[in-house]
């Protein structure tokens, strides 16, 4: 297999390897994937970036990943984490180990079934459209208390005959209404802050 078979591979499979250098620098060790292009200004392989300048997303992951760098180290992963890369913020997993004594990184983005993020984003936008369908219902209960108020004065009246019947079928369609408002859910309590 040629080197460029696996620049193309790693390219396509969305993964880039960057090595850290002993002046804190990394070097793109594959052609940047896509994603990662802006980062690096469409940089070729064996371009040179601080975290600070390509990668301030991986401050974190770079702390926590010397003990993966020691030539006695086992890799570790890290992620997903959420990392702003140019205009987009994406889904990654890095993977830090020490191979021959050379401490790299591989960075690979996660889409489809690996970023939950559309799906809890699906779930928050349910949960708010619950929330709002329970102020709506409770916003209900103040008419239907005056509704029982009038519907009492009605009932305490003296009516003819076909008005109190009239005013007996509104009285039970309201205790129909009232009980099926009884039976949803109260709205959320609201914690003060």
Same mark, same amino acid.
């Given at each position: 297999?040629?080197?460029?078979?696996?620049?193309?591979?790693?390219? =396509? &499979? #969305?993964? =880039? !390897?960057?090595?850290?250098?002993?002046?804190?620098? %990394? +070097?793109?060790?594959?052609?940047?994937?896509?994603?990662?292009?802006?980062?690096?200004?469409? =940089?070729?392989?064996? =371009?040179?970036?601080?975290?600070?300048?390509?990668?301030? %997303?991986?401050?974190?992951?770079?702390?926590?990943?010397?003990?993966?760098?020691?030539? #006695?180290?086992?890799? +570790?992963?890290?992620?997903?984490?959420?990392?702003?890369?140019?205009?987009?913020?994406?889904?990654?997993?890095?993977?830090?180990?020490?191979?021959?004594?050379?401490?790299? &990184?591989?960075?690979?983005?996660?889409?489809?079934?690996?970023?939950?993020?559309?799906?809890?984003?699906?779930?928050?936008?349910?949960?708010?459209?619950?929330? #709002?369908?329970?102020?709506?219902?409770? *916003?209900?209960?103040?008419?239907?208390?005056? !509704?029982?108020?009038? !519907?009492?004065?009605?009932?305490?009246?003296?009516?003819?005959? #076909?008005? +109190? *019947? &009239?005013?007996?079928? &509104?009285?039970?369609?309201?205790?129909?209404?009232?009980?099926?408002?009884?039976?949803?859910?109260?709205?959320?309590?609201?914690?003060?802050?």
């Amino acid at each position: 297999m040629t080197d460029t078979l696996f620049g193309h591979l790693f390219r =396509a &499979l #969305d993964l =880039a !390897i960057v090595e850290r250098l002993s002046d804190g620098l %990394f +070097q793109l060790l594959t052609p940047a994937p896509v994603w990662l292009e802006q980062a690096f200004e469409a =940089a070729p392989a064996g =371009a040179r970036a601080s975290v600070d300048g390509a990668f301030p %997303f991986l401050e974190d992951v770079v702390h926590q990943a010397r003990a993966a760098w020691r030539p #006695d180290g086992t890799p +570790q992963s890290f992620g997903p984490f959420a990392a702003p890369v140019g205009d987009e913020e994406l889904l990654l997993r890095a993977t830090a180990l020490n191979v021959e004594g050379r401490t790299l &990184l591989v960075l690979e983005r996660l889409q489809g079934v690996a970023d939950a993020r559309p799906m809890l984003q699906k779930a928050r936008e349910r949960m708010l459209e619950g929330e #709002d369908l329970v102020r709506r219902v409770h *916003a209900l209960h103040p008419p239907a208390v005056a !509704i029982d108020r009038t !519907i009492a004065s009605l009932r305490a009246a003296a009516l003819p005959a #076909d008005q +109190q *019947a &009239l005013v007996t079928a &509104l009285y039970e369609a309201n205790e129909r209404l009232r009980d099926a408002l009884g039976r949803l859910p109260a709205p959320p309590v609201r914690q003060r802050r």
